[in-house]
């Protein structure tokens, strides 16, 4: 699943992008009707300039959206200038159409070729405005997505250090009383630090699941029988890309909130469930008991660093969410499913 963002088109046709140049038009078609012309019916005049304006425009969109996967792979400059043709092209077409609907039928062929010259000079300095906006646009998008980066790496960076220092406490405890696990324990923890340190990236998400259990056994031979975990996976798995190391923090956070403080333990539900449109991830785990102390303090940096790297990826588009009802505590990640490009 590629983000909605990565390409300068994935921007262009999100719905408050389509609404703000639906009314850009009708703004232009309303400085046509009231310039300084002589015309007994201006609204007429504001009538057929919203008409050729909306379909010069919605063509124009049209037509780039069918070629999106050819023009994805085109540099930003060629792309922009290759819109700015479609412009033209689209302009010339319907002016052409509609002059031969219209107003052939009662002006002179000059008259034709003024009214074409006229507008594609203005469909010109239009979309060449509009091409300088929007790049300034994207270019403040990008640097902002840089800057995002720049603190979801600072987020992961104060992870590591915690995750890593409680695995070697429970490998520590295991070293002389089972060594067998204590193997098994390093390399599970091996697993999770190659992924962790390669850095901010989305893997499929079969592969952060099994990351995933890998901490989850880890925790399990820390933990015992106090410690209940159940997956409620479908078969196959979604086919999506999900932000590395992104539900170990909120199966973390369910074994330290939830597990660690209650005498007894408790059990922690793990679903994957897929929707028509998105997929939701649920860690769900039972709450200590009333009075139970925690037996440390929540920093909520893996719950942040998972949401912002989610909204990251998706545009927005995912997000995570926590509440707590019934003696439970529910954390659910979503994720939009979308197609390839």
Known sequence: ??????????????????????????????????????????????????????????????????????????????????????????????????????????????????????????AFVAGLLTLLSYQNHWRARQLAVRAKQAELEALQARIRPHFLFNTLNTGAALVHLRPQDAERLLLDLADLFRAALAGPQDIPLAEEIALSRRYAEIEQLRFGQRMRLTWELPSPLPQIRIPTLSIQPLVENAIHHGIEPSPDGGDIRISVKQEENQVSIVIDNALPPAGSMPLRSGHKVGLESTKARIQAMTGGEGDVTTRSENGRHIARITLPITSTP
């Open 1 to 122: 699943m590629n983000s909605p963002l990565r390409q300068p088109l994935d921007a262009l046709f999100r719905p408050t992008t389509l609404i703000t140049m639906i009314l850009a038009g009708e703004a232009l078609a309303a400085i046509l009707a009231l310039s300084p012309i002589h015309i007994r019916d201006r609204l007429m005049l504001f009538g057929l300039a919203s008409l050729a304006t909306q379909w010069v425009l919605l063509s124009t969109l049209g037509l780039l959206y069918l070629l999106r996967r050819w023009l994805n792979t085109l540099s930003a400059q060629h792309l922009a200038w290759l819109a700015l043709a479609m412009l033209l092209m689209m302009t010339q077409l319907v002016i052409t159409i509609g002059w031969e609907l219209v107003g052939a039928p009662q002006q002179s062929d000059a008259d034709g070729r003024a009214l074409l010259l006229r507008s594609l000079a203005l």
